[in-house]
C-alpha cells in the first residue's frame, strides 16, 4: 500500500514567517507533486521533481519554493507567507517508468491545511 | 495549455437517486482520463482511469464513466448513489507528452446526498 505523509495535517502561521511543508512517500517514487487545493479551483500544480535535485515549476510558482534532496522527501517552502497562500496542500507522488497504471496514477497524501494570519 | 471543466460545481441529491457529473477536457491529443474522490477528511483518491480501449469504464463502489472523444468528455455516473457518496469529485487529465505525468484537474463538483 502506497503511503504519501505529510508532517503536519493543519499549520497556523503569521504574515512574513518561513513555512516549511514536509512530504514522504514510501514507495520509491521517482516523481513528486505539490498542489494547493482551493474551492472551485480544484487541484493547481505548483512544483514538481522528477528526481532528486530536479524539479520544475508548475502552474503556479510564484511565492514557492521547492527542496528534495532525498528521493523519499520532497519539501514546499513559503519563503515570507502571505494571506493569499492560506490554502490545503497536498503532496502526490508517482514512478516514472513502468505501466500505464504506475506513471499516471498519483497518490496523495492527506493534505496540509495552512493558515496565514 | 490544457483546461478541465467540470459543469456543477454543487449538485444535492437524494439516496437512491442516479447521478451524472460532467467533465470536459480541451487538449487535442491522445488524453489520460482521471477521477478522483475526496471523503470528508479522507485522501484523494483514485475512483476510476481511462487510458485506451474501451471508451466505458467501471471503477470503485459502482461509479462508471464514459469517454467520448469527440465531444472532449468524460462524464461520470453512478445509477443509485448512497449517502457515503457525499464526497468532492475531480476530473483529471494528462497527456502522453506531459512532463513529469503532470495532471491538470477540474475545479470539482462538491456532491451532497440526502438519507
Known amino acids: 500500500d502506497v503511503k504519501v505523509t505529510q508532517s503536519s495535517r493543519y499549520l497556523v502561521k503569521r504574515t512574513g514567517e518561513k513555512v516549511f511543508l514536509e512530504c514522504v512517500q514510501d514507495m520509491d517514487h521517482e516523481n513528486m507533486f505539490w498542489y494547493r487545493q482551493d474551492p472551485g479551483l480544484g487541484l493547481r500544480l505548483i512544483y514538481f521533481s522528477y528526481d532528486v535535485k530536479m524539479k520544475e515549476k508548475g502552474d503556479i510558482p510564484e511565492g514557492y519554493s521547492v527542496s528534495r534532496e532525498k528521493k523519499e522527501r520532497f519539501s514546499l517552502i513559503l519563503e515570507s507567507a502571505s494571506t493569499n497562500q492560506t490554502s490545503m496542500y497536498l503532496c502526490?507522488?508517482?514512478?516514472?517508468?513502468?505501466?500505464?497504471?504506475?506513471?499516471?496514477?498519483?497518490?496523495f497524501g492527506a493534505g496540509t491545511r495552512l493558515s496565514v494570519l | 495549455a490544457q483546461s478541465v471543466s467540470q459543469h456543477n460545481h454543487h449538485v444535492i441529491l437524494s439516496e437512491a437517486a442516479s447521478l451524472e457529473l460532467g467533465c470536459n477536457y480541451s487538449?487535442?491529443?491522445?488524453?489520460?482520463l482521471f477521477w478522483y474522490v475526496q471523503y470528508p477528511g479522507q485522501h484523494l483518491q483514485l475512483l476510476l482511469k481511462y487510458f485506451s480501449g474501451d471508451p466505458l469504464v467501471k471503477g470503485i463502489k459502482g461509479f462508471e464513466a464514459e469517454f467520448i472523444k469527440s465531444k472532449f468528455s468524460f462524464n461520470l455516473r453512478k445509477p443509485s448513489v448512497q449517502w457515503s457518496d457525499t464526497a468532492e469529485y475531480f476530473c483529471?487529465?494528462?497527456?502522453?507528452?506531459?512532463?513529469?505525468?503532470?495532471?491538470?484537474f477540474g475545479g470539482g463538483t462538491r456532491v451532497l446526498v440526502k438519507p
Open positions: 487538449y487535442g491529443g491522445t488524453v489520460n
Open positions: 502526490a507522488s508517482t514512478h516514472a517508468t513502468g505501466t500505464a497504471a504506475q506513471i499516471n496514477i498519483q497518490y
Open positions: 483529471a487529465v494528462n497527456t502522453i507528452k506531459a512532463a513529469g505525468n503532470k495532471l491538470t
